[in-house]
């Protein structure tokens, strides 16, 4: 066991700490020292070190140390040896040091200095000299190429980087990552399910995505207070033919309430009064008027009931049959963006920004631990 002097343990500590200042305040040693010097031995076959680290709540630091989930993501990622392999949050290095020997390369992001400093000791007194480890925040990072990526992703960044990853879409072969349960099950959701919703139909633009395995808290140090859930994302080989900023705005309308009839989405006087204006800047461009006499209104409900989604709910209805009703849509000159300024853009975040959705698609924002904790990584 190794002991931290207690001003280490308590609110008042420092905010950033190196494991070697760490090491310098140890004041007993016993069993764990003798493990610690003898963790390099362990390394190259993917063991555990011992490492005691105070982890920072508010970058959402709980280390896998489950043996049997590590070899769960080793086996879906099915690294080849000619792999460059992206790995974020490395953490301590527990899956690290099981990519080093399958990859070409691994490279690694982590925000915390302490950690980039682990995690490259611990490769280079395994032997290994394939690790590229990076200090930064891998949300703004440039990611170079990569042909797998593997993420113990803290929970809080969860969102903001698999949409990124989504939108390089053919540019890797796959992802293993580790999402908060919650969060997780959105992805997977299929039309009918409760947690269906804008996030699951988006990513099945880009995306297909099947489930690992699921991991308790306790095989975390500290553990989380919620489960997590491990997800694969294997990118579509053909390009989506789509306009996303039409479509995120069909997805919007459906998904405004998505246990309401898509009928009674349109129904709103600010949905139709935009759609309206789209549509006159359309027949004036085209010289065309599909409505004819009939109000505007009545016209999209004409859409609608034809293209029999009318009284469906957005939570039943799927991928392909919003492909056809965004189709019928846009063939009679309804647009869901003013098509005089534009509608294209490289940068798809705004396919996954919650800014008006359904208040059943907000995340609850759960807390992994009441405090900063000390971690023994075994």
């Known amino acids: 066991m190794v002991v931290i002097r207690k001003e280490y343990l308590t609110k008042n ?21 003798q493990k610690q010097t003898h963790s390099a031995k362990m390394d190259r076959g993917g063991g555990s070190s011992f490492v005691n680290v105070i982890l920072d709540k508010k970058k959402g630091q709980h280390l896998l140390k489950n043996t049997g989930i590590l070899d769960k993501i080793i086996s879906a990622a099915d690294i080849k040896p000619t792999d460059t392999v992206l790995e974020i949050g490395p953490g301590t290095g527990n899956l690290t040091m099981r990519l080093l020997p399958l990859a070409r390369k691994v490279v690694a992001f982590d925000i915390d200095p302490r950690m980039v400093a682990e995690v490259k000791k611990r490769s280079v007194n395994s032997g290994f000299s394939n690790l590229q480890v990076r200090e930064g925040d891998a949300l703004k990072s440039d990611l170079g190429d990569f042909d797998v990526c593997t993420a113990n992703l803290p929970y809080q960044i969860s969102s903001p980087f698999v949409f990124r990853l989504l939108s390089l879409q053919n540019k890797y072969r796959c992802a293993v990552l580790m999402f908060q349960e919650e969060f997780a099950l959105r992805l997977l959701a299929e039309p009918g399910d409760k947690h269906y919703c804008r996030l699951s139909v988006n990513t099945r633009l880009f995306s297909r995505v099947t489930r690992v395995c699921k991991v308790a808290p306790g095989s975390f140090n500290p553990p989380p207070k919620v489960n997590s859930m491990v997800i694969k994302f294997e990118p579509k080989k053909i390009p989506v033919s789509v306009n996303f900023k039409e479509w995120d705005g069909l997805m919007r ?50 859409i609608l009931e034809e293209s029999g989604l009318s009284a469906k709910r957005g939570f039943n209805v799927d991928i392909n049959d919003y492909f056809r009703l965004l189709f019928e849509f846009n063939k009679n000159g309804v647009h869901f963006v003013n098509i005089i300024q534009g509608n294209t853009s490289n940068n798809l975040d705004f396919l996954f920004s919650n800014e008006d959705s359904d208040p059943d698609e907000v995340m609850q924002d759960n807390d992994h631990s009441d405090d900063e904790q000390t971690m023994n990584d075994y």
């Open 13 to 33: 500590r420092p905010n950033r700490v190196s494991i070697a200042d760490l090491s310098a305040k140890v004041v007993k040693s016993g069993p764990g020292i």
């Open 253 to 302: 309308i459906c998904f405004s309430r998505k246990k309401k009839t898509i009928r009674a989405n349109f129904n709103n006087s600010t949905t139709l009064n935009i759609l309206e204006n789209n549509y006159k800047v359309w027949c004036s461009i085209h010289h065309q008027n599909p409505a004819g006499d009939m109000p505007f209104k009545s016209f999209i409900f004409k």
